[in-house]
């Protein structure tokens, strides 16, 4: 079956640039991550959804950052005004369903540069 | 202090050989483990879960030590395939979806 997919894998921006990136969930599952990578660092956890809703979105680093789910599958992540801070490895990851013990099936990435 | 940390490495180690490296949480309270792997440019994924009696998948072994706040990976003849960045991911107490990540140690495998 179809892993998680994201859009676009690679995204060039100038600062001051929006952009919207993109994850298709593995159809069916429930949990929905957001994630930021920076070179050489673990995954930063950015915002969670449960189904369309969104439980937490502690981790978004600032109201610039955006995210929706608006039908329970497709989930976008927006970010205005982007800033050279910006640039990093963006993952979507999905669950099944809501424990902890469940695998996270992660996306490839989008791979964001912000000039 | 990090919430998790772990040695970065690289770990340089000949092809068969047995590596072992830890990982080291602050939060006494973190009820899950596990390690993924990410190989370069590649998304993370699950390796195994850590169990508090140890568990073993083939070559991979992995342990809890509560007490000293610490996880361990164990690979046994190791292969160039296992060339990777292996993270070391803990979970946040009382939350079913907050998972802390580690920076990853990397290693590689030389024949």
């Known amino acids: 079956g179809a892993g998680v997919s994201q859009s676009p894998r690679y995204k060039v921006a100038k600062r001051g640039q929006d952009v919207a990136l993109r994850c298709d969930p593995i159809s069916g599952h429930v949990s929905l991550f957001w994630y930021q990578q920076a070179l050489g660092q673990g995954p930063e956890f950015l915002t969670y959804f449960q189904n369309e809703a969104q439980l937490d979105k502690s981790g978004l680093p600032s109201d610039r950052f955006f995210a929706e789910r608006p039908e329970g599958s497709v989930s976008t992540l927006k970010i205005q005004r982007t800033q050279q801070e910006d640039s990093a490895v963006y993952l979507c990851?999905?669950?099944?369903?809501?424990?902890?013990?469940?695998?996270?099936?992660f996306g490839p990435g989008t791979r964001l540069l912000v000039l | 202090r990090k919430e998790v940390e772990q040695d970065p490495g690289p770990f340089n180690v000949p092809e068969g050989a047995t590596v072992a490296f830890n990982c080291t949480y602050s939060?006494?309270?973190?009820?899950?483990f596990f390690w993924y792997r990410q190989d370069c440019r590649k998304e993370p994924k699950l390796l195994m879960s850590?169990?508090?009696?140890?568990n073993e998948d083939g070559r991979f072994t992995a342990q809890l030590n509560r007490a000293s706040q610490y996880i361990s990976l164990l690979i046994r003849d190791s292969k160039l395939s296992d060339s990777a960045t292996y993270l070391c991911v803990v979970s946040i107490m009382d939350s079913n979806y907050q998972l802390i990540w580690g920076a990853g140690t990397k290693l590689i495998i030389k024949p």
């Open positions: 850590v169990y508090s009696s140890g």
């Open positions: 939060n006494s309270a973190s009820q899950s």
């Open positions: 990851a999905s669950r099944p369903g809501l424990s902890l013990d469940e695998t996270q099936y």
